[in-house]
Nanobody, 119 residues
């Protein structure tokens, strides 16, 4: 079992920056991907950024060049550096971990952290 806790959300003015953190605890096992998803009010949860083995990264088109995903394996922590924030980035951001453990692939979610960007 893996427990994910996000932190770092808050209220920021347009053009500002925030860094989200996702701390994993428990039996992390072999990580396949760590990702950040977001869900705006009335919208669906969508992939924002993802990092895989070998530090291969994927970004949503809307955040490419502004957001950077990274991870510190020793600290079991993933980060999302968000720069040049826009009001449309306002959403609840969720950390997601996909692992291979016990002969199966498991998916875990954090509880989410609110990011509000004011214009």
């Amino acid at each position: 079992q893996v427990h994910l806790v996000e932190s770092g959300g808050g209220v920021v003015q347009a053009g500002g920056s925030l860094r989200l953190s996702c701390l994993a605890s428990g039996t992390v096992g072999s990580i396949i991907t760590v990702g950040w998803y977001r869900q705006a009010p009335g919208g669906q949860r969508e992939l924002t950024a993802q990092i895989a083995s070998g530090d291969n990264t994927v970004y949503a088109h809307s955040v490419k060049g502004r957001f950077t995903i990274s991870r510190d394996i020793a600290k079991n922590t993933a980060y999302l550096q968000m720069n040049t924030l826009k009001p449309e980035d306002t959403a609840v951001y969720y950390c997601n971990l996909l692992q291979y453990y016990g002969g199966r692939i498991n998916k875990y979610w954090g509880q989410g952290t609110q990011v509000t960007v004011s214009s």
